[in-house]
């Protein structure tokens, strides 16, 4: 039997803050299985973003266990952590995190440096998924020359380098206008059509409409759980290229 991507039992996260004890994440009971594409929906302050550090093992949690892809987290030491973090969790921070100097392959080339990977290799997985998010002809340009859904595309295929089997998206159309925004759901959408499990942490209704299970949180707990049918319709660029998703 596949154990759950994500499995937490009563997960908590307190900060003390002033001389007050802060209830970031209340005790959390949450399962999500392998191919699940889920929106974590909620109010800046709601705890969202503690939670998102907490599942992709950038934060650890004060109680509580998390179970990531059947293996307690807790029995990691700080290294299996980062191990673990760059083997089964790709993530898409909303600041794209880009460096500035290095051009659109090199920084997608950069979770694969830990592997140690001949270079020539993986310059042909950058290339790759650079192509696969719609930016062949851009593998050289640097950052400074991309517009902000190129950016997010770059940071996008980064997160995918090392083929994981969980993708951790923080606000991922935050930075973006309306089409654009639609463009890279379609992308996730795509994604997860190739049986990435995807959790979109977002403050964005219409980013949650994306989502085929919505998780509302609010003040550190889920107030609302449920399955839903996406209702927002693909654009003709990416519905016709979706068969091309090759990751």
């Known amino acids: 039997m596949v154990p759950p991507v994500i499995e937490t039992k009563g997960l908590t996260r307190t900060f003390s803050q002033g001389g007050q004890?802060?209830?970031?994440?209340?005790?959390?009971?949450?399962?999500?299985?392998?191919?699940?594409?889920?929106?974590i929906q909620g109010t800046s302050g709601s705890g969202k973003s503690?939670?998102?550090?907490?599942?992709?093992?950038?934060?650890?949690?004060?109680?509580?266990?998390?179970?990531?892809?059947g293996t307690d987290t807790a029995q990691m030491t700080d290294n299996e952590q980062s191990d673990?973090?760059?083997?089964?969790?790709?993530?898409?921070f909303q600041n794209f995190y880009l460096i500035p100097y290095a051009t659109a392959a090199e920084n997608v080339m950069l979770p694969g440096l830990y592997s140690r990977g001949k270079h020539a290799h993986l310059r042909?997985?950058?290339?790759?998924?650079?192509?696969?998010?719609?930016?062949?002809?851009?593998?050289?340009?640097?950052?400074?020359?991309?517009?902000?859904?190129?950016?997010?595309?770059?940071?996008?295929?980064?997160?995918?380098?090392?083929?994981?089997?969980?993708?951790?998206?923080?606000?991922?159309?935050?930075?973006?206008?309306?089409?654009?925004?639609?463009?890279?759901?379609?992308?996730?959408?795509?994604?997860?059509?190739?049986?990435?499990?995807?959790?979109?942490?977002?403050?964005?209704?219409?980013?949650a409409d994306s989502a085929r299970r919505r998780i509302v949180f609010k003040d550190g707990e889920v107030v609302h759980d449920e399955k839903q049918t996406p209702v927002r319709k693909k654009t003709t660029a990416s519905a016709d290229s979706q068969h091309s998703m090759q990751l």
């Open 50 to 69: 503690t939670l998102l550090h907490l599942l992709a093992l950038l934060d650890r949690p004060t109680a509580g266990s998390y179970f990531l892809d």
């Open 84 to 92: 673990a973090r760059n083997r089964l969790t790709g993530i898409v």
């Open 124 to 207: 042909q997985r950058a290339e790759e998924l650079l192509a696969s998010v719609g930016l062949g002809d851009r593998v050289n340009f640097k950052p400074s020359s991309l517009s902000g859904g190129q950016q997010q595309r770059v940071a996008l295929a980064r997160a995918l380098f090392n083929n994981p089997p969980l993708l951790l998206a923080d606000e991922p159309t935050g930075q973006l206008d309306s089409s654009t925004s639609n463009e890279i759901l379609d992308l996730f959408e795509d994604i997860n059509r190739t049986g990435k499990t995807i959790i979109l942490v977002t403050h964005d209704p219409l980013t």
């Open 21 to 39: 004890l802060i209830n970031a994440v209340k005790p959390l009971d949450l399962t999500i299985e392998h191919g699940e594409l889920v929106a």
